[in-house]
């Protein structure tokens, strides 16, 4: 069984920066989809960010160029360096690592950006 932890959400300002992180723990074996979902008051959780075993990335069209998404070597962690935050990105961000035959998503940590 997989299970995914997130670290690192704070209140920050706007303009500022803001790194996640997400471990992996239990048997990570055949991990196919790492990603960075959030959700906002009232609003539907939304794919923030996702890296896929190649290497390829995608992004939701509102933090293209100001997110970026990457892993360790090891494939346990994923990270989100977040830039230039906007009030927009106030939200609870969750990560999300499945495969074949498991799909896991942490709880949750919480992102304030104020103005």
């Known amino acids: 069984q997989v299970q995914v932890e997130e670290s690192g959400g704070d209140l920050v300002q706007t303009g500022g920066s803001l790194r996640l992180s997400c471990a992996a723990s239990?048997?990570?074996?055949?991990?196919?989809?790492r990603a960075w979902y959030r959700q906002a008051p009232g609003k539907e959780r939304e794919l923030v960010a996702a890296i896929y075993p190649g290497g390829t990335t995608k992004y939701g069209d509102s933090v293209k160029g100001r997110f970026s998404i990457s892993r360790d070597i090891g494939e346990k962690y994923i990270y989100l360096q977040m830039n230039n935050l906007k009030a927009e990105d106030t939200a609870v961000y969750y990560c999300r690592m499945g495969g074949p035959r498991f799909d896991a998503w942490g709880k949750g940590t919480q992102v304030t950006v104020s103005s």
């Open positions: 239990g048997r990570i074996f055949g991990i196919t989809i």
